[in-house]
């Protein structure tokens, strides 16, 4: 059985279960938040989640595990036949994981864990985020999915990257995203419909909202 290792809360988490559910494949959650601990550092070099567990071994890197998991359950298929097509898709999921999750997640201390603003990620993550959605525009096709008529990889990545991007643009900057892009509003509306990425996206928040909640009432303890 596959082990997954993260928590709800984190949008890379919330891809990889996402294909889990979708294809069917059986298996065990595994509570982890990143950090430097020497045991899991072990299984991720790096610290970071998600990370899964088969058969004894560890694979770390969203797309790395997207690959793996359609290799093992190739069917339902979650990336075109099509080499161009596949490639493309994988295009998208990296145009949000650099030029949208990338930037937004400078704010993330602040926007999740009450750290102090920072006044230079203020000023220059905004422009970054707009040049992201201009690319992600240019490239989604949204008809109705992110590469045409084929739900794939890219639909699940896009989704919980454009809802972590803004979720700290809103926070942040008071900034809706949706209300700038209506196109990708009523896409993530649709995609949204997905019985799996309503589940997924159901306990995102509400891990979410706990790990704020539990950041709050930190700071008060230590004022």
Same mark, same amino acid.
């Given at each position: 059985m596959i082990k997954i290792y993260g928590i709800a809360a984190s949008n890379y988490f919330s891809c990889v279960k996402?294909?889990?559910?979708?294809k069917n494949i059986t298996f065990e959650e595994v509570t982890q938040v990143p950090c430097q601990d020497p045991d899991f550092l072990a299984l *991720?070099?790096?610290?970071?989640?998600?990370?899964?567990?088969?058969?004894?071994?560890?694979?770390?890197e969203t797309n790395v595990i997207f690959d793996f998991l359609e290799d093992i359950a190739p069917e339902p298929a979650l990336?075109?036949?099509?080499?161009?097509?596949?490639a493309k898709a994988k295009e998208i999921i990296r145009i949000g994981?650099?030029?949208?999750?990338?930037?937004?997640? @400078?704010?993330?201390?602040?926007?999740?864990?009450?750290? *102090?603003?920072?006044?230079?990620? #203020?000023? %220059?993550? @905004?422009?970054?985020? %707009? @040049?992201?959605?201009?690319? #992600?525009? &240019?490239?989604? &096709?949204?008809?109705?999915?992110?590469?045409?008529? %084929?739900? =794939?990889?890219?639909?699940?990545?896009?989704?919980f990257m454009?809802?972590?991007?803004?979720?700290? =643009?809103k926070t942040i900057y008071d900034w809706d995203i949706t209300n700038s892009y209506p196109q990708i509003g009523k896409y993530l509306d649709f995609i949204g419909e997905r019985p799996f990425i309503t589940s997924v996206?159901?306990?995102l928040e509400k891990s979410l909202i706990e790990i704020i909640e539990n950041?709050? &009432?930190g700071s008060n303890g230590d004022e």
């Amino acid at each position: 059985m596959i082990k997954i290792y993260g928590i709800a809360a984190s949008n890379y988490f919330s891809c990889v279960k996402t294909v889990l559910l979708e294809k069917n494949i059986t298996f065990e959650e595994v509570t982890q938040v990143p950090c430097q601990d020497p045991d899991f550092l072990a299984l *991720s070099p790096m610290g970071k989640i998600p990370c899964i567990e088969t058969d004894g071994h560890f694979l770390i890197e969203t797309n790395v595990i997207f690959d793996f998991l359609e290799d093992i359950a190739p069917e339902p298929a979650l990336y075109p036949k099509d080499a161009y097509e596949k490639a493309k898709a994988k295009e998208i999921i990296r145009i949000g994981e650099l030029y949208l999750d990338a930037p937004a997640r @400078r704010h993330l201390g602040h926007a999740v864990f009450g750290e *102090s603003l920072n006044k230079i990620a #203020f000023d %220059e993550v @905004r422009p970054a985020i %707009e @040049r992201g959605l201009n690319a #992600f525009t &240019q490239r989604a &096709q949204l008809s109705p999915y992110v590469i045409g008529d %084929e739900y =794939t990889m890219a639909d699940i990545s896009s989704y919980f990257m454009l809802g972590f991007t803004n979720f700290h =643009t809103k926070t942040i900057y008071d900034w809706d995203i949706t209300n700038s892009y209506p196109q990708i509003g009523k896409y993530l509306d649709f995609i949204g419909e997905r019985p799996f990425i309503t589940s997924v996206q159901s306990a995102l928040e509400k891990s979410l909202i706990e790990i704020i909640e539990n950041s709050k &009432q930190g700071s008060n303890g230590d004022e």
